[in-house]
């Protein structure tokens, strides 16, 4: 691509593309807007992860074509975003097509055991996030949201404004 087939050759393209390549993402993203690597929902971790692969694939290019391609696709995938955002936004029926529901995973200090067997989520790991968040009592938890995005939430302190757990599953109330 650009000296021949020598270690200089193989610096230059590692070097070369992959800086143009995240220029590139980096001029997306200024486009497109910061929504872009939020990672609010499972369909934004997705792209994150995605552009990610797409890069290093960009960055591995042997020839313009591979190289023009990765870059394209990562075009690609932030129109797709953006497209589905804007739906999102409009549509309450495709918003729950697209979107799994967080789920509650601790209740007013109690852990949600059906929850966390249905999210195979491993109660050390439970405890671990509680210790993460500062907890020092579980009495204190009022909710622990398993997230959409697989990140967990800690609600904790005196009181827990409804609002903010209103669409969390909760399987404890399930029968």
């Known amino acids: ?18 800086s143009a390549g995240l220029c590139w993402i980096i001029f997306l993203v200024r486009i497109v807007g910061l929504r ?9 971790f997705v792209m994150t992860i995605a552009t990610g692969s797409l890069l290093a694939g960009a960055a591995q290019a ?10 394209i696709a990562v075009t690609g995938l932030f129109l797709v975003q953006w497209v589905t955002s804007r739906i999102r936004k ?3 029926l495709f918003e729950a097509a697209i979107q799994n529901d967080p789920v509650l995973l601790m209740k007013d200090g109690e852990i949600c055991e059906k929850a966390l067997q249905k999210e195979r989520v491993a109660k050390s790991d439970l405890i671990a996030k509680l210790r993460e968040a500062n907890v020092l009592e579980m009495g204190k938890v009022r909710a622990v949201v398993l997230e959409t995005t697989g990140d967990v939430s800690v609600l904790h302190g005196d009181s827990l404004e409804p609002k903010l757990i209103a669409s969390v599953r909760d399987l404890t109330s399930d029968g």
């Open 90 to 92: 409009r549509s309450d």
């Open 1 to 18: 691509m650009f000296f021949d087939h020598t270690i200089a050759d193989i610096a230059a393209r590692g070097i070369i593309l992959s």
């Open 62 to 71: 042997t020839q313009w074509a591979g190289f023009a391609q990765a870059l």
């Open 36 to 44: 872009s690597f939020s990672k609010m929902t499972n369909f934004d």
